[in-house]
């Protein structure tokens, strides 16, 4: 019977489907040079004259500001990042419409940017030829080597945190890095969770954990780790297209380059997955000590226990109430009794009123 109810455990994290919802062309003449969402789930769009916001009711984008020469462009909270073509970075107040610059930093040829906040505090994250530069309040705060052709990081995700991950894109591969934080930058490490034989046109990461990666002819959808968990068609895509994730509503938004249009997929039936994302345990085979990691949508009172291959519990991780976000709790290899644990196959539940996720986990010392 225990075995049984595991078997359920596993099919509640069942991939739900997806579909297309929507679809829009850009007014003819506007040249896209770059997107962004904020946090509000607001889709914000650089041309190569101004800055335009996406309005989902009208279906049509609203000019917010002029800008003679931007490149790149971020948003957090009410400020948008621009980078210009002469590679200086440049904050837009989106309420009061001021415009000034960051720092005289100099970069060097970024192709593509990141911005969030964490405790009042804003990051920049720009992807340059040979590294993640991370900046904040006009300074440098470190840097991550890497040639990534492209970089995804988590929608509102807390990188105070060691186990939220970044992801990077290269040379087909996607890798996950985690480890490290904001302040602890060179902790990271990176582990390969995919690769693929076909070109990859874009990626990104959502809130929910997913990782959604773009080919010419599908959308894979893989959790943070790279299990795969399903494939959305799509046609026709061409290289120079872009792929976003909303932190509203973890909707795909699709951008076609050629035609400048903008597809966004939304997720029917979904499993409770949606709501709770259960994580890989890190390390994993565990020895003595292992990190278990989990995000949730709305704040919820979240037990996680372990249980033994047999479906006996062994030891109550934790039973508390947890603001939305990701956090992490720790495991020692122990029982209810504090005795260490045996050798083998066991599983962690996280167990919640919006659903159930388990995992498996190894002990070997």
Known sequence: MRNTIVFIFLICTAFGEWQQTDEITLPRGIQVNDLAISSSGELYILSTSSILKYEAESRSPFFVQGIADGKLLAVAEETAYILNTSNRLYTLDLNTQGFAPVSDLPFNTPTQMHAFTINDRSIVVLNEPAALAFVSE?????????????????????????QTPLYTLEKNQIYQW????????????????????????????????????????????????GTYQGRISIDNVPLGSRIESS???????????????????????????????????????????????????????????????????????????????????????????????????????????????????????
């Open 178 to 225: 985690a480890g490290g934080t904001i302040d602890n930058i060179q902790s990271y490490a990176k582990k390969i969770i995919y690769s693929a034989s076909n070109t990859i046109v874009d990626f990104a990461a959502s809130r929910n954990g997913n990782v959604y990666v773009l080919f010419s002819d599908s959308i894979v959808v893989l959790e943070s780790d």
């Open 247 to 365: 932190p509203i509503n973890n909707n795909i938004y699709v951008f076609d380059y050629v035609d400048t249009s903008i597809k966004t997929f939304a997720g029917t039936g979904r499993s409770s997955m949606s709501i709770i994302t259960l994580h890989t345990n890190q390390p994993n085979p565990v020895d003595n000590y292992t990190g278990i990691s989990f995000t949730i949508d709305q704040d919820l009172d979240v037990t996680i226990t372990i249980y033994n291959l047999i479906g006996e519990p062994v030891k109550v991780i934790t039973r508390d109430l947890y603001l939305k976000g990701t956090h992490s709790v720790a495991w020692h290899a122990d029982d209810d009794d504090g005795n260490l644990v045996p050798n083998g196959i066991y599983f962690y539940r996280l167990e919640s009123s919006k659903g159930v996720a388990i995992k498996q986990l190894i002990v070997l010392r």
């Open 138 to 162: 006009g300074e440098q705060i470190g840097a991550l080597n890497t040639r990534a052709e492209r970089f995804g990081m988590v929608p509102t995700g807390d990188y105070t945190e060691r």
